[in-house]
């Protein structure tokens, strides 16, 4: 009996005496650990203030917030010589042209056809034309105007800019419609002016198989030609939207 109790008052003096030595060991260890956790959360979201996360980001997106700014009309970077139209009708935000690397240009007065053109904002030359398009439409859709607005739709599939629109569906379907409603192209040389005018990507989505043969193209077209008020109508609102003086 006597045995058994000194047995167990070891046990306990074994128990109480690795419990401490745990405790030691867990207490030295900690620091360890930490380190190793705040080495892994500083390179955590390093690649900017769209992937950041946590309270970090936020109070450095809150204490450096985005500027907006915008110009409506078409204006060149005489710094880098590169052209932008940064309207509020497209824009949030756009990277600020200083005032005095700025200058304001017409239509008019820019040339792309001129060697020493400036050229437009590749990244934004899509959307750029775009508006240049529906304005040479501001007036009034007739044939002619339908023409011009065609040769200044297809500026956007350029070699300069058609790695940037190639993939473009509102480029391409806007021309569709340009090339439908022209009365001047005649329905058998439609197919082959719409490819004369756009570069199409090397592989078409879901929602660009119309352009994949001639046969569904001219499906489309036809479907355009008979609804040939309602098509008109609606480009007249999108001209209207981006009439610029």
Known sequence: MHGKKHSQTINRREFVGNTVKLVTIGSLLMPVVEACGNKRSSHTGTTGPDTTKGKTSKNISKKHPRKKWSHESLVMNNKTR????????????????????????????????????????????????????????????????????????????????????????????????????????????????FNAKVKRPEQLRKRQDWMSTETKFMDRINYITQRRNDYISRLNKRAVKYSFT
């Open 82 to 193: 590169v052209i932008h139209f940064p309207t509020a009708l497209v824009y949030t935000y756009y990277d600020e042209i200083k005032p005095g690397h700025m200058q304001e240009i017409s239509r008019a007065a820019w040339n792309p056809n001129a060697g020493n053109s400036p050229k437009l904002s590749r990244e934004q030359s899509g959307n750029i034309i775009e508006i240049l398009t529906l304005q040479e439409l501001g007036k009034e859709i007739n044939d002619t105007s339908l023409i011009i607005a065609i040769d200044t739709l297809s500026i956007a599939f350029r070699e300069e800019y058609e790695k940037a629109n190639s993939k473009n569906f509102r480029l391409h379907e806007l021309m569709l419609q340009l090339v439908a409603l022209n009365n001047t192209i005649p329905a058998d040389q439609k197919w082959m002016t």
